[in-house]
């Protein structure tokens, strides 16, 4: 499996990106997808979840009404909306994918895509 991210840079706070991450090299469908997101000096955290089908979502209490998960199985690409940022939510940003919704541990990792929010 390999993945893609892109779609991070610099934003106001207040305002919008949407990360994207291409999936290649097996059965997209087959694979639950993450977001997760290192901030400066912190230890990495779970952001969205989303499972195969795309019918069951998750998101971190701190992020919950501001950024949604989907999912384009045609297109073998999940993605990031992330509205309302704030300069708490600077961080690098990963995706990830295992076939396994609730696992703990994801099994793929992408090269991550820096998000920068400016007060």
């Known amino acids: 499996v390999q993945l893609q991210a892109s779609g991070g840079g610099l934003v106001q706070a207040g305002g919008s990106l949407r990360l994207s991450c291409a999936f290649s090299g097996r059965t997209f469908g087959n694979y639950a997808m993450g977001w997760f997101r290192r901030p400066p000096g912190k230890e990495r955290e779970s952001v969205a979840l989303?499972?195969?089908?795309?019918?069951?979502?998750s998101y971190a209490d701190s992020v919950k009404g501001r950024f949604t998960i989907s999912r384009d199985n045609a297109k073998n690409t999940v993605y990031l909306q992330m509205n309302s940022l704030k300069p708490e939510d600077t961080a690098v940003y990963y995706c990830?994918?295992?076939?396994?919704?609730?696992?703990?541990?994801?099994?793929?990792w992408g090269q991550g895509t820096e998000v920068t929010v400016s007060s």
């Open positions: 990830a994918a295992d076939p396994i919704y609730s696992s703990i541990n994801y099994d793929y």
């Open positions: 989303i499972s195969g089908s795309g019918r069951s979502t």
